[in-house]
């Protein structure tokens, strides 16, 4: 109107930047410089990170899921002939019905480390890392959702083998403790998850990776009393065996189905449990730090 007063361009600067008011009506804005948009937990963005992560594996299911599974039971099929002569039994039981919780729990544990260790170092191959750092996520919402996808790689392998299990002829299966099945699967795909992201962040190519998975993973599954219980080995060994956190993961996973484990008592299992936890919240806080600093992802 022509008895208003002109408007001065440092009023026009100041309410363009000026945040939308509802009471006057005011539509979208652009925020004053320097106030942070997203607040709290970007859930959107965490669950599309974890969901791009659970679509990128099951692309390849055959590869990542049935593929893991039919090797499980090949170990089943040669440790049962080898080694399960007809009677003999492990922890009361039958040596295949021994050696299937150890199976199932190291497939699950292998495939999160394969899932989580995967996801930054191909963004650093292909040059596509900037998808994953640019987006609004912090370090503690990018490692959920990578160490999220990869529990549930694991979990999905663990459920396919063990209904291979179940169905194969010889093989026992029972369950005796829940608690135990799902805390210990779930812990062993954590602290693999987790070591996969560090190898991930730390790789610059693939045989990196792969000396990781074949120098440190593959050795701490197989000697971590898969195949066997540790009472049979020297003192020696068996203290070896007692400072390898996979074999706490898979005797305490076995407990949950036969009831019996070369841990300990029932005291000593759940003494294993809290110290699993604690070592994958001291992981996570490494991981964690690690991933903050930008560590050979920004640098």
Same mark, same amino acid.
């Given at each position: 109107?022509?008895?208003? +007063?002109?408007?001065?361009?440092?009023?026009?600067?100041?309410?363009?930047?000026?945040?939308?008011?509802?009471?006057?009506?005011?539509?979208?804005? !652009?925020?004053?410089?320097?106030?942070?948009? #997203?607040?709290?937990?970007?859930?959107?963005?965490?669950?599309?990170?974890?969901?791009?992560?659970?679509?990128? /594996?099951?692309?390849?299911?055959?590869?990542?899921? $049935? *593929?893991?599974?039919?090797?499980?039971?090949? !170990?089943?099929?040669?440790?049962?002939?080898?080694?399960?002569?007809?009677?003999?039994?492990?922890?009361?039981?039958?040596? *295949?019905?021994?050696?299937?919780?150890?199976? #199932?729990?190291?497939?699950?544990?292998?495939?999160? /480390?394969?899932?989580?260790?995967?996801?930054?170092?191909?963004?650093?191959?292909?040059?596509?890392?900037?998808?994953?750092?640019?987006?609004?996520?912090?370090?503690?919402?990018?490692? *959920?959702?990578?160490?999220?996808?990869?529990?549930?790689?694991?979990?999905?392998?663990?459920?396919?083998?063990?209904?291979?299990?179940?169905?194969?002829?010889?093989?026992?299966?029972? #369950?005796?403790?829940?608690?135990?099945?799902?805390?210990?699967?779930?812990?062993?795909?954590?602290?693999?998850?987790?070591?996969?992201?560090?190898? &991930? #962040? $730390? +790789?610059?190519?693939?045989?990196?990776?792969?000396?990781?998975?074949? /120098?440190?993973?593959?050795?701490?599954?197989?000697? &971590?009393?898969?195949?066997?219980?540790?009472?049979?080995?020297?003192?020696?060994?068996?203290?070896?065996?007692?400072?390898?956190? !996979? /074999?706490?993961?898979?005797?305490?996973?076995?407990?949950?189905?036969?009831?019996?484990?070369?841990?300990?008592?029932? &005291?000593?299992?759940?003494? +294993? *449990?809290?110290?699993?936890?604690?070592?994958?919240?001291?992981?996570?806080?490494?991981?964690?730090?690690?991933?903050? &600093?930008?560590?050979?992802?920004?640098?």
């Amino acid at each position: 109107m022509a008895d208003q +007063a002109p408007t001065t361009s440092k009023q026009l600067a100041s309410a363009r930047v000026a945040p939308g008011n509802a009471e006057t009506g005011g539509g979208a804005r !652009f925020t004053p410089r320097g106030q942070p948009v #997203i607040t709290g937990i970007n859930r959107v963005g965490l669950y599309s990170l974890y969901m791009k992560e659970v679509r990128r /594996f099951l692309k390849v299911q055959t590869q990542t899921i $049935w *593929a893991p599974a039919v090797t499980t039971l090949l !170990f089943l099929v040669i440790f049962s002939v080898a080694l399960g002569r007809e009677g003999r039994e492990v922890l009361g039981v039958e040596f *295949a019905s021994f050696v299937a919780p150890g199976l #199932i729990v190291m497939g699950m544990m292998q495939n999160a /480390f394969a899932n989580s260790s995967f996801s930054l170092l191909s963004g650093k191959i292909q040059g596509t890392i900037i998808d994953l750092l640019m987006p609004p996520l912090s370090p503690g919402e990018l490692m *959920a959702g990578i160490v999220g996808a990869a529990v549930t790689r694991a979990v999905a392998v663990g459920c396919t083998v063990g209904l291979a299990m179940v169905l194969w002829p010889g093989v026992t299966l029972h #369950i005796a403790h829940v608690w135990a099945i799902v805390w210990f699967g779930l812990m062993g795909s954590v602290m693999l998850a987790l070591f996969g992201l560090a190898t &991930s #962040i $730390w +790789a610059e190519k693939f045989d990196h990776n792969a000396a990781i998975t074949n /120098f440190v993973i593959a050795p701490l599954s197989l000697l &971590s009393g898969t195949f066997y219980v540790i009472d049979n080995l020297a003192p020696a060994f068996q203290a070896v065996s007692r400072a390898n956190p !996979f /074999f706490y993961v898979i005797s305490g996973f076995r407990y949950g189905f036969l009831g019996e484990s070369d841990i300990g008592r029932a &005291s000593d299992v759940a003494w +294993a *449990a809290a110290g699993i936890g604690v070592f994958n919240l001291v992981l996570a806080l490494i991981v964690y730090v690690i991933l903050r &600093s930008g560590w050979k992802l920004k640098s």
